[in-house]
């Protein structure tokens, strides 16, 4: 069983920052890719960016490519997802997840279905 915390959310003006943490407990941390997730209302489920429990890997999507960034501290099992150059599109609520290694590959990564755990999300709101 794996334990995921989101905290990070919340009220920023375009162009902002916010850096999101996704802390984690459980046993067998170490077999665990996260993905950061955002789902907005009326949309469906979208992988954001995803790290590589083996080899550190990364996925991003091309919509956050340049902006968004992904960083894991195994000492204190908790992985962030610093946001920079934010947009009114980014808002929605942020999910991270585990996936084990035998289910989520390098190149399936930004499949949400294949996630085993979920946080419960924090909301990011981009407006001015």
């Known amino acids: 069983q794996v334990q995921l915390v989101e905290s990070g959310g919340g009220l920023v003006q375009p162009g902002g920052s916010l850096r999101l943490s996704c802390a984690a407990s459980?046993?067998?941390?170490?077999?665990?890719?996260i993905g950061w997730f955002r789902q907005a209302p009326g949309k469906e489920r979208e992988a954001v960016s995803c790290?590589?429990?083996?080899?550190?890997?990364?996925y991003y999507s091309d919509s956050v490519k340049g902006r968004f960034t992904i960083s894991r501290d195994n000492a204190k099992n908790t992985v962030y997802l610093q946001m920079s150059s934010l947009r009114p599109e980014d808002t929605a609520v942020y999910f991270c997840?585990?996936?084990?290694?035998?289910?989520?590959?390098?190149?399936?990564?930004?499949?949400?279905?294949?996630?085993?755990?979920w946080g419960r999300g924090t909301q990011v709101t981009v407006s001015s």
């Open positions: 790290i590589n429990a083996l080899t550190d890997s990364t």
């Open positions: 459980g046993s067998g941390l170490d077999y665990y890719t």
């Open positions: 997840a585990a996936g084990h290694i035998t289910r989520v590959t390098i190149a399936t990564m930004p499949v949400h279905s294949l996630y085993d755990y």
